[in-house]
């Protein structure tokens, strides 16, 4: 678009979201301008709402509002058991699962050591004070089952049980829905090596 | 995310970007949270600067900021060709060949009945007013070579004619890099029917 300056500086912004590359973002922004201004002002407005006030929780560092987060404040959920995610999206699936009540610690990325992130941006230290606060029994660990989250839980994993800490991990095994033949032979190695009694 | 209802409200705006569903929207907020509030604080000027600036060229009706765009006002534009296109990308991916010159039409969409949107919806009139200004000689139309995009160039160029202007059309054929065992047949059809002397 020859000179539309805010039409370009939109596209541009855009452009900032993850997956979005330049035809998306004139795609968006053409959608927005031509179909759903009320979207886009809402849009502006919940963005700049959330940059404000979405802050982390003290204790298990998930995004939240206020100092502390819902979760951890809420009485009913069990104490004695920590969950360690990666990310707020993670902590949120096994949420929807309605298969968990305990507290969350959510470490917001992986190790990687190649991106520069090691235990200590990782803030395993805090993640060590917070499952030592005399109440957490047991800590789930719940990184993801990729190169980077193995290595992650394995890492946290020594750690936690140097400080005596019982450590769990999500188990691995054969995908609800899934046909044998198309599952990859190390998950099924996984998944015969932890059958269970029926 | 348990109760971080800022958060809930940035995903449920992002969904209204087309082609953007909850996962994406999550993984946008999050990433925007986590990584880039200077991008979401960009984002949210830019939409807020588009939707108050952003409004249509009384001439061609593409997006402008000022009542006629900038291009309707550039002398050097050849002002006896008018080339109409579906939308203001489709205008964009025809400036950016720079083998065009002339000044513009944008209909902002295509006819299409089942949707409700018909000769009047796309303000046919404007176009033929537009077009009937006594400086245009040629009308290109530039629709895409889709059912909808050629049922419309049919009818405009129906009404066009009838005003006694010259109307013509994109030619189609075969793409530039294409291998022939890999283009339609109804490409290669209209490519053999249109084929040129070298």
Redesign the interface.
Known sequence: ???????E??I???R????VGVK?A?????????H??D?????????????E??GHCQRCH????GEI???CLDPSRDASRLCVVE???D??AL?RTLSYHGLYFVI?GHLSPLSGIGPRELELQRLIERASDGMVQEVILATNFTAEGETTAHVLGQALKKRGLQVTRLARGVPIGSELEYVDLGTIAHAMADRRQT
Request: aromatic content about 4%; hydrophobic content about 45%.
């Open positions: 678009m020859p000179q539309a300056h805010a039409l500086a939109l541009e912004a855009l900032r979201l993850p997956g998306s004139s795609r968006m922004a053409f959608h927005l301008l031509q759903d201004r979207g886009a002002v809402l849009l502006a407005q919940s963005l700049t709402r959330a940059v006030h979405v998930t995004f939240s509002e987060c819902d979760t990310t707020p999206a902590q949120s949420e917001m």
